[in-house]
Each structure stands twice: as structure tokens, then as C-alpha cells.
């Protein structure tokens, strides 16, 4: 390399190529310079014969930046993306680098790095749940029955819901939208609306108020008390589940003797269709 180096230092001044260097202007000179060069043209209004002039030369400036006018855009395809969540999730035991890699942020040894500790525990010291007092109690024995007047059944029975004639028991309720699905003691006979009844009317329910049982039996009816356990009410409700499964129907169950005193009889398999007679002179008669 140093050779060629030589060799070219060598050469007569003619033979390299000789470039002219630009001098720059005098102070002197400047001013005439400017006088000298020629005005430039002034901008081409729109004529008739092109009304598009302008748009036509901002189109060459985006032809040039290399994107055509379809995609000059604030809003393009490519930047399209769903609603995700800009923090990305911390990735613990992935190497030192990441800052929390081998102890993953639980420190050296003891309880807390092992993990071992029961849900509550405060390290020794009564924990909060039993630092609370306990207000009232939940008493093993209440019962829940669902509600319904008599105002909403005799509704029913005009709009042709209900048969009168038939005994109306907590299956038929239900079928007929009554009451809810959700029975879980029974059902609670009010005493809304106790001036629409004005025929007899026979019901089979868990429990009646003291008003609702004079209305019907004023109009000729008759309330009575009947009990059902869990697997009762599942069998008078939804009878065809036990067929379904290829199983018989259960037997009726008698009360606790906390309830003996609150129900009249037990309630009869399948949902019956007539009343029992509370007297003999009236069984007799039926």
C-alpha cells in the first residue's frame, strides 16, 4: 500500500484530475449577486382548465414520502390491537438478572421463604378472628317458608290458572307460578288480599296466619298443615325425577317432636288431588 502511495505522489500535476474549488463571495460583491439573480416564479393558481392544481402537487408530496393516500391515516390495520393490559406480569425465579430470580423476593430462610404458614396465622399472636367478639347466634332449628296471599291465588283462579274445585296444594302453587322454585321449609299461607275469596276453596300447605284460615274457612274452604322433609318435597315437587332414575317413590315422614304440635297430618305421595275431612261426620259424608 505505502508503494502505491509513493508512486501516485510521483505523478506530474496534470495528469490528476483537477477539480475547481468554489471561492466563497466578498462582502462587496453579495449584494450585487442578489440583485443579479433572477426572481422566482410565483405559485400557478388553479386555473380553470386544472381546478385540482394544489391537490395534485400535496399528492406528489406524499408519492414522495412513499405512502399512498389511501394510508395517510391516524388509524391503520397494522396498528389495530385488543384492550390488553400494558403491565407485563412479574416473572419470579427466571435468573438473577431479572432481580427476582433464586429467592423470587421471599428473602433467606425462615418461615415466611418457606411457605409453610396456615391461612391467618400472625406468628403466635391471637389472630384476628378471634380478636373480634361474636354478636347474636344461628339458631340450628329455624325454618324458612316462602310467602304467598291469598289475593295472588284467588288472581289466578280468574285468569283460569287454578281449578276451585280441586285441592290446591304446594305443587300446584308452584306450577302455576305462585311462588318460587326455591321452597325450602314449605310454604306460608297469608292473608293478603283475603276479600277476593268468596267461594270454598281447599288448601294442603305448611303454615297459615290466623287471618288467612278464618277467610277461607268463612268462604267454606279449608286450610290444613301438612309436613314434608327435604326428600318429601323433592318427591311431591319433581316426581318424575325418581322415574327417571327407576326409583320408587319415598315414603311420607313424621315430624320432629318439635313439630308435632304445629302440623295436622303428614303429607301424602304423590301431590293428592282431594282434601281429607278434619271430621268423621264429614269423612263419612265424602
Known amino acids: 500500500m505505502w508503494r502505491r502511495l509513493s508512486l501516485v505522489s510521483k505523478l506530474k500535476p496534470s495528469i490528476l484530475p483537477q477539480t475547481p474549488i468554489p471561492r466563497p463571495l466578498s462582502l462587496a460583491v453579495l449584494p450585487l449577486s442578489r440583485t443579479l439573480a433572477p426572481p422566482a416564479p410565483p405559485p400557478t393558481p388553479p386555473s380553470a382548465a386544472d381546478p385540482y392544481g394544489v391537490f395534485r402537487a400535496s399528492y406528489g408530496q406524499v408519492a ?17 390491537r385488543n384492550n390488553v393490559p400494558r403491565k407485563k406480569k412479574k416473572r419470579k425465579g427466571r435468573g438473577i438478572g431479572s432481580g427476582t430470580g433464586k429467592t423470587a423476593g421471599r428473602g433467606h430462610k425462615g418461615q415466611k421463604a418457606r411457605g409453610t404458614m396456615k391461612f391467618g396465622f400472625e406468628g403466635g399472636q391471637t389472630p384476628l378472628r378471634r380478636r373480634l367478639p361474636r354478636r347474636g347466634f344461628k339458631n340450628p332449628f329455624s325454618l324458612i317458608f316462602q310467602p304467598v296471599g291469598l289475593g295472588k291465588i284467588a288472581k289466578l283462579i280468574n285468569a283460569g290458572k287454578i281449578d276451585s274445585s280441586e285441592l290446591i296444594t304446594m305443587k300446584t302453587l308452584k306450577d302455576t307460578g305462585a311462588i318460587g322454585k326455591q321452597i325450602k321449609d314449605g310454604v306460608r299461607l297469608m292473608g293478603r288480599g283475603a276479600e277476593h275469596i268468596k267461594w270454598p276453596i281447599h288448601f294442603e300447605v305448611s ?42 317413590l319415598p315414603r311420607a315422614a313424621r315430624p320432629p317432636p318439635k313439630q308435632r304440635d304445629k302440623v295436622d297430618s303428614i303429607g301424602r305421595l304423590p301431590a293428592p288431588t282431594k282434601p281429607i275431612p278434619f271430621t268423621a261426620e264429614a269423612q263419612a259424608a265424602a
Not at 65 to 79: E, F, Q, W, Y
Open 64 to 80: 414522495g414520502m412513499g405512502s399512498s393516500p389511501a394510508t395517510v391515516s391516524l388509524l391503520k390495520l397494522n396498528d389495530l
Open 207 to 248: 303454615r297459615v296466619t290466623a287471618r288467612a284460615k278464618a277467610a277461607v274457612e268463612a268462604a267454606g274452604g279449608s286450610v290444613r298443615k301438612v309436613y314434608y322433609n327435604k326428600l318429601g318435597f323433592q318427591a311431591l315437587l319433581k316426581p318424575e325425577w325418581f322415574a327417571k332414575k327407576g326409583r320408587l
